[in-house]
T-cell receptor
């Protein structure tokens, strides 16, 4: 069964550093998403991406965040100047327009 | 605003049936989805409803009433491995795109 692949599975970074979280969506999917889940809290929408541009972003997704699709397969989330409260699981998801397939997530720990 | 409510925790016995309720107030409704999430793992898709009524999928069924803003997930013949969080998510449609709004999840404990 096709999978959404995320790397790394766990990233530890120092406060103030930049991180790039990587995702390889399912190849024929057109819609891409990033969500995050702070430990013990609900899954929160960050951003959706379609046709090589952001289609919607939440209030969480401020200037600290950016997304890119640098080539035909990867989809990245960049977090600049990380803060302690950015520590969370970050899930990438893709869809053809219906239900999502989530990646296994990247656990980001900011120390 | 967008709001989704579901119970925080439920406990049931192996072999039993459990119903997890979800109520929502959203605009741009375009379907209600149920996901299972084990601790530290990604949500996995279980079931979804776009129209009113019951959708059955093996041991799992989901029901939707759009007029009442209400859904439930029914799990039959509970197994220990069903111990997990169950996330109710409403898909909303804005300006040609979709996003999911998740509830806080219901943590289900299945006891032997």
């Amino acid at each position: 069964e096709p999978e959404v692949t995320q790397t790394p599975s766990h990233q530890v970074t120092q406060m103030g550093q930049e991180v790039i979280l990587r995702c390889v969506p399912i190849s024929n999917h057109l819609y891409f998403y990033w969500y995050r889940q702070i430990l013990g809290q609900k899954v929160e929408f960050l951003v959706s991406f379609y046709n090589n541009e952001i289609s919607e972003k939440s209030e969480i997704f401020d200037d600290q965040f950016s997304v890119e699709r640098p080539d035909g397969s990867n989809f990245t989330l960049k977090i600049r100047s990380t803060k302690l409260e950015d520590s969370a699981m970050y899930f990438c998801a893709s869809s053809e327009g219906g239900g999502y397939t989530f990646g296994s997530g990247t656990r980001l720990t900011v120390v | 605003g967008q709001n989704i409510d579901q119970p925080t925790e439920m406990t049931a016995t192996e072999g039993a049936i459990v119903q997890i309720n979800c109520t929502y107030q959203t605009s741009g409704f375009n379907g209600l989805f149920w996901y299972q999430q084990h601790a530290g793992e990604a949500p996995t898709f279980l079931s979804y409803n776009v129209l009113d009524g019951l959708e059955e999928k093996g041991r799992f069924s989901s029901f939707l009433s759009r007029s009442k803003g209400y859904s439930y997930l029914l799990l039959k013949e509970l197994q220990m491995k069903d111990s997990a969080s169950y996330l109710c998510a409403v898909r909303v449609h804005f300006s040609g795109t979709y996003k999911y709004i998740f509830g806080t999840g219901t943590r289900l404990k299945v006891l032997a």
